[in-house]
């Protein structure tokens, strides 16, 4: 597509459950980025990928939280035993490089993000 | 450690009035980008604007544009002539990692009719 893709758009669960959130990032961008947005609040940011690695974890609030890139393309970020506080919208983004966002090459494109209720 | 200040929870305006959203930064780098996005209900980020801190020319972008004051620290948005299509959350951003994005907690800005 020509756009961030992120899957679902909604996802309700039960406490405890394992969730696993999709992006899809837009063809030929090398970077990824995932945001979390809770109630009311700016994003936080989670973890970056260059292709397939993740030089910068630090983000991630809990050993809970995993995420993969595979292919230089699709990421999933795990949330695992999900706990109340995990509820916010998810957001991926992706940029042509991994740096300089102030830039055409670097400037960080959206997705719709996933909205995860946790009951 | 950067951190991204916006004082105004919410602000309205006028349809085709002018409104100014405010906006302080703390960082110890000297070269970084601002930025504000916009989020309507949607929820996808859209950029409104950006500025390089190391031009002294504030940015415009049609309706758009910023007073970036260095010094003070200070970046705020105003938007001439209101449109309805204006109303969402703006989050004032920052860049000085490279590729993190700092945000700011987001001002709502409603558009009356």
């Known amino acids: 597509g020509a756009g961030v893709s992120q899957s679902p758009s909604n996802k309700v669960t039960e406490k405890g459950k394992d969730v696993e959130l999709r992006c899809d990032p837009i063809s030929g961008h090398t970077a990824l980025y995932w945001y979390r947005q809770s109630l009311g609040q700016g994003l936080e940011f989670l973890i970056y990928f260059q292709g397939n690695s993740a030089p910068d974890k630090s983000g991630l609030p809990s050993d809970r939280f995993s995420a993969e890139r595979t292919g230089g393309s699709v990421s999933t970020l795990t949330i695992q035993r999900t706990q109340q506080e995990d509820s916010a919208v998810y957001l991926c983004a992706s940029s042509l490089v991994g740096f300089r966002t102030g830039t055409t090459i670097g400037a960080q494109h959206f997705g719709d993000g996933t909205r995860l209720s946790i009951l | 450690a950067q951190t991204v200040t916006q004082s105004q929870p919410e602000m309205s305006v006028q349809e085709a009035e002018t409104v100014t959203l405010s906006c302080t930064y703390d960082?110890?780098?000297?070269?970084?980008?601002l930025f504000w996005y916009k989020q309507p209900p949607s929820r996808q980020m859209i950029l409104v604007i950006r500025?390089?801190?190391?031009?002294?020319q504030n940015a415009t972008e049609n309706r758009f544009s910023v007073n970036f004051q260095k010094a003070a620290k200070s970046f705020s948005l105003k938007i001439s002539d209101s449109q309805l299509g204006d109303a969402a959350m703006y989050f004032c951003v920052m860049d000085n990692a490279g590729n993190m994005l700092t945000f700011g907690g987001g001002t709502r800005l409603m558009v009356k009719p």
């Open positions: 500025q390089e801190a190391y031009k002294q």
């Open positions: 960082t110890s780098e000297s070269d970084y980008y």
